[in-house]
């Protein structure tokens, strides 16, 4: 069965203070792998798809990266407008059904 | 361009009651899912649409839920006989494809449906 865990369930950072939050997998031939951010009462936003193991991706203070078995999402000098749950899902190769973490909670305070 | 839109953003309904929760996907996504997301959990996988057939309904619950796409683009999940276990949010998301390699894979939720069964 697909499993995907997130650590850490919460995260509190200072304005500027860098850090990772982990997205473990065990997926049969993963197809993707995908971030989102979700804010209170709204649906997940797409961040970033990420195909293979070693693959990187950008987007102004997030850098999401893969490897056979994990993925990171590094958050660099965050601002309190990057408060939010961020969750990842896994893609298997047969299928399109995403199957998510629960996600991490992310307070950055000025 | 507009996105995945869902109604209604909020339905409250009696044990027992039948509800429908429709979701108007990106014009021209041929791929259609809906999840259900508990408080602090991550969304879980009840349906996927190709076109109007169901290509994976594997997370459906049990046989009081059920979900059209009958013209390929608007779809309704409906729920019978709900049960106060029902509650939660119904997120509906759409993508381009369904294809890896084509690109476009990537799905777009909508806001969802907060459903609660008193």
């Known amino acids: 069965e697909d499993q995907v865990t997130q650590s850490p369930e919460a995260l509190r950072l200072q304005e500027g203070e860098s850090s990772s939050l982990n997205c473990s997998y065990t997926v049969s031939g993963l197809r993707g792998l995908f971030w989102y951010r979700q804010d209170p009462g709204k649906g997940p936003e797409f961040l970033f798809t990420l195909y293979s193991a070693g693959e990187e991706k950008e987007k102004e203070r997030l850098k999401a990266t893969l490897t056979k078995k994990e993925s990171f999402l590094h958050i660099t000098a965050p601002k309190p407008e990057d408060s939010a749950t961020y969750l990842c899902a896994a893609c298997r190769a047969a299928g399109n059904k995403l199957t998510f973490g629960g996600g991490t909670r992310v307070l950055v305070k000025p | 361009g507009a996105g995945v839109s869902q109604t209604p953003s909020n339905k409250v309904t009696e044990k027992g009651k039948y509800v429908e929760l429709r979701c108007d996907p990106i014009?021209?996504?041929?791929?259609l899912y809906w999840y259900r997301q508990s408080l602090g959990q991550g969304p879980e996988f009840l349906i996927y649409?190709?076109?109007?057939?169901?290509?994976?309904d594997s997370g459906l619950p049990n046989d009081r839920f059920f979900a059209v796409r009958p013209e390929g683009s608007v779809s309704t999940l409906k729920i019978q006989r709900t049960e106060r276990g029902d509650s939660a949010v119904y997120l509906c998301a759409s993508s381009l494809t369904a294809t890896r390699g084509l690109g476009g894979d990537e799905q777009y939720f909508g806001p969802g449906t907060r459903l609660t069964v008193t």
């Open positions: 649409f190709q076109g109007t057939g169901a290509a994976d």
């Open positions: 014009s021209g996504h041929t791929a």
